[in-house]
């Protein structure tokens, strides 16, 4: 039942984050950036990445600085990719025949993004903070079919490749002006080409001016298609299919708002190291929520009939809910909006692409888990509490399930850290979610 | 990321627990500096400060260990970066690198005297700045105490490491959480039948097993910072520096197996001759247990754009080597590989440097060699291993030259026809 848990959570994570599951012929794959369809084929090129994207910038009153309090920073920020894998999905949603194609960026040799920016302090001592993330997947840029043709750029809107912890200019904010390359479908499917990612670009906007400068190229190697079929197993693993009712659930009204208060580590090694020392700030996830996603799921044995899986939804009184696991799971994704001290000076600012999730077993037993979703970072400095699997705990009332609308409770929990930074999660969020559309599918999966 | 906090409670099966999950929270914080008492003033590490933060928020699942009654619990590193300040007026290193990602395990375990105690590692170091390597990190202790239902490991460990004293604090609290509903296992599945068919074939085959030993020699690398910004995140703007690696005392046993299906019985004559004009495909390794017991020494210097410089010679005892061999491209011989897994740091002393990664590439083999048909059958010889060439990024660039030179002896030849099953 743990297992079928976990299943569970993955399934509706990526569903969650805007992706469609598709069935097809008992297997199943996930569709990353396509708001639902069913996966006709899949390639996955490889790529070879040469070449970096450097971004100089500074805070510039003629571009807003003063407004956003960021005219102290000024800083370079370092993007080296070594590889990538380009996703190309042909999907048939609503009748109709899509592509979808993403890139991954990313490698194993640890450093991918580097950050020095330098914070400058009237009559005071600045300090520089140094930050690096690593990723061995890392996202964006989102590649866009649009008339037969894709477009990749450098970088993406809600993208996380200049992420890091330190103040600075955000993947959106430089997306319109990076470079990019267009490319026929078919050929990009093909792979085995170059894709050339270079040139130089300035920039003035959301408090800082500076250059974008790209000698990237991305080298694709030969593609591997991948049967929309679902997973195939070497001979001898003993297989099990496994049922999974999905029931969506929709936003009736979202009240309340989570926060995290963030300062400096005490420690001043630490502290020092980031140019967190005194820091104080408060991060706020909007109530003006832009969009809430959840489901309820129930996984079982295929075998089982299928009024079993509609009982364990509390659905119908007709079925033996008992060996099916029920789980409920929400995110709810908004606007951040942040002010940090430091110094006597203060940045404020907002970005949108910030979120909390929740899962829960509506069986019992095991522990709600939440946490920190999407990224949390905006222009001035501050946590990464993407990475944050933790600070959030949740709960629905005891037999929510036998109600067509139902309330999920997310609250802030104890405090954890991030690097240089100490986060103090609070406040809370109550979402009355409404029950809809039921699917069903069947996967196969190693037997348990 | 996402997944592992789904994961927070998995199934452990353990002889006196039947099903336990854990939760884990809280975060291992490492410190260190440059001490004078140690050193460090030889190394011009004095100024030297560092930190490692690692996360155990939201890493869940847990496991036995390998040994009977340990639990092995995977502790999230995403997001956690080495910074080390080099001093005053020099700049800060900061690295993420990729075995730090991969995370690390807490292992509880009984230790002497039967006192429950938490293992960190294996994996752990300053990276490619200047600080702790892995082994110094990986023997580490933390004292534990049991409560109902609770690990609680928290507290504070000093530590040295070479010119460096340091602390580990820890916040980390395991917690047990309540059974699943049902019973579930978070372990591998079970193979129904893994070798569902066999056939038996005929095997012309030559075995040579050899002594290898090693002589002096050493692979080389002399590095410097890359190119401004690309430096800077590594503070390695300027910095040139030399590395020698050598496996002094390396013994090993080397087993070489030539051979080829044939549909009828040959002596072992005819299977020699037939390893000679290279009629049999040659692959093999070393025998015994992996991991034997060689010493990697590698011996550091860097020198700093402002005139100073570091010298630590660093130790890796039970290195984890490996040979393999292999027909060459042309059949016309063995390529022989000295194989070094990723993450195993041989590189890395007090001193600031690149990684073996960086040195090496991501693929493990720090040196090969062919060796002729011919060759083979002598009864000794020897053999020089190299890997020449360029390396460039993660804020080091540089060449490679250098050879390890080792002593064939071969001390058995079993030669003519086996049967062997396949699938």
Not at chain 1, 293 to 302: D, K, L, M, R
Request: glycine share 16%.
């Amino acid at each position: 039942v743990t297992r079928a848990w976990s299943l569970a959570f993955l399934l509706a994570l990526a569903g969650l984050a805007g992706t469609a599951q598709a069935q097809s012929g008992g297997g199943q794959t996930f569709l990353y950036g396509v708001g639902g369809g069913k996966v006709v084929s899949q390639a996955s090129i490889p790529a070879r990445a040469e070449g970096e994207v450097i971004v100089t910038f500074r805070g510039d009153t003629a571009a807003g600085c003063a407004a956003a309090g960021v005219c102290s920073y000024a800083g370079t920020i370092t993007v080296r990719p070594q590889g990538g894998d380009l996703s190309v999905v042909t999907y048939r949603r609503r009748g109709r025949i899509g592509h979808a194609a993403t890139l991954f960026l990313g490698g194993p040799n640890g450093t991918i993004t580097s950050a020095r920016v330098q914070r400058s302090a009237l009559g005071g001592q600045g300090g520089t903070c140094v930050d690096a993330q690593g990723s061995l997947v890392g996202t964006s840029p989102t590649a866009v079919v649009h008339g037969g043709r894709v477009t990749i750029r450098v970088l993406a809107p809600g993208g996380t490749l200049l992420q890091t912890r330190c103040a600075g200019p955000l993947d959106g904010d430089l997306a319109a002006i990076s470079p990019a390359v267009s490319v026929s479908l078919p050929r990009l499917a093909r792979g085995q080409m170059s894709l050339d990612l270079s040139g130089t670009r300035a920039f003035a906007g959301h408090g800082f001016t500076g250059t974008i400068s790209s000698t990237l190229v991305l080298k694709l190697g030969k593609p591997s298609s991948q049967a929309s079929g679902g997973p195939s197993f070497p001979p001898g693993i003993k297989t099990q299919r496994t049922r999974i009712v999905t029931e969506r659930l929709s936003q009736v009204r979202v009240e309340g708002g989570l926060s995290a208060t963030v300062s400096g580590a005490a420690d001043p090694i630490i502290c020092r190291l980031l140019d967190t020392c005194g820091l104080t700030g408060t991060l706020i996830l909007s109530p003006a929520v832009h969009g809430l996603s959840g489901e309820v799921i129930a996984t079982g044995p295929a075998g089982r009939p299928y009024r079993d899986f509609l009982a364990a939804l509390g659905l119908t009184v007709g079925g033996q809910s008992r060996g099916i696991e029920v789980s409920v799971f929400v995110t709810l994704k908004g606007q951040v909006r942040t002010a940090v001290s430091q110094a006597g000076a203060m940045c404020t600012d907002t970005s949108g692409s910030g979120g909390a999730f929740a899962a829960i077993s509506a069986s019992g037993g095991l522990p709600a888990n939440g946490g920190f979703l999407g990224s949390w970072r905006t222009r001035c400095p501050g946590p990464l509490l993407g990475n944050a699997s933790t600070g959030v705990t949740a709960s629905v009332q005891p037999g929510a399930l036998a109600h067509r609308q139902f309330t999920i409770q997310l609250r802030g929990s104890g405090p954890f850290t991030d690097d240089g930074y100490v986060v103090t999660p609070n406040g809370g969020m109550s979402a009355v979610v409404r029950r809809g559309r039921i699917t069903s599918q069947v996967i196969t999966e190693p037997a348990s | 990321m996402l997944a592992l906090a789904a994961l927070a409670a998995l199934a452990l099966p353990a002889p006196a627990v039947a099903q336990q999950t854990f939760a884990t929270s809280g975060s291992i914080t490492y410190t260190w500096q440059g001490d004078p008492a140690r050193g460090c003033a030889a190394q011009s590490l004095c100024g030297v400060q560092g930190a490692l933060i690692l996360q155990a928020q939201g890493s869940g699942g847990s496991s036995s260990g390998p040994s009977r009654g340990s639990i092995d619990i995977p502790l999230e590193a995403t997001g956690s970066t080495v910074r080390v300040s080099d001093g005053p007026g020099a700049g800060d290193c900061v690295d993420v690198p990729s075995s730090i990602q991969g995370g690390g395990f807490l292992t509880i375990a009984r230790g002497p005297g039967g006192r429950l105690v938490g293992h960190l590692g294996p994996s752990l170091s300053s990276g490619r700045c200047a600080g702790p390597r892995a082994q110094d990190l990986a023997g580490i202790t933390l004292p534990i105490r049991r409560s109902r239902g609770m690990y609680d490991l928290r507290g504070s460990e000093s530590f040295a490491a070479g010119p460096f004293t340091g602390t580990l604090v820890s916040t980390l609290v395991v917690r047990t959480a309540p059974n699943a509903s049902g019973s579930g296992s978070a372990g591998p599945s079970p193979v129904a039948n893994p070798y569902p068919s066999t056939h038996k074939v005929l095997l012309e085959q030559v075995t040579l097993r050899y002594r290898i030993t090693s002589l002096p020699g050493t692979l080389d690398a002399s590095f410097s910072g890359e190119s401004d910004p690309f430096c800077a995140t590594l503070d390695s703007c300027g910095a040139t520096g030399t590395l020698a690696l050598s496996f002094p005392g390396f013994q090993r046993t080397l087993v070489l197996n030539a051979s080829r299906t044939v549909q009828a019985r040959v002596g072992a004559r005819q299977a020699i001759a037939d390893l000679e004009r290279g009629r049999l495909q040659a692959q093999g390794g070393e025998s015994g247990p992996f991991a034997g017991s060689s010493t990697a020494r590698v011996a550091e210097t860097l020198s700093w754009a402002g005139g100073l410089s570091c010298h630590d010679t660093s130790d890796t005892s039970r290195a984890p080597l490996f040979l393999s061999a292999g027909p060459t491209r042309s059949g016309g011989g063995v390529s022989l590989v000295l194989n070094n897994p990723v993450g195993s740091d041989l590189l890395r002393t007090h001193c600031p440097g690149p990684l073996d990664t960086d040195v090496f590439g991501v693929f493990p083999g720090l040196a090969r060699t062919s060796i002729g048909l011919a060759e083979l059958l002598k009864r000794h010889s020897v053999i020089s291993l190299t890997k020449p060439g360029s390396f460039a990024g993660a804020g080091y660039v540089g060449g490679r030259s250098g050879a390890l030179a080792f002593s064939l002896t071969l001390e058995r030849v079993r030669a003519g026809t086996v049967e062997e099953t396949r699938l």
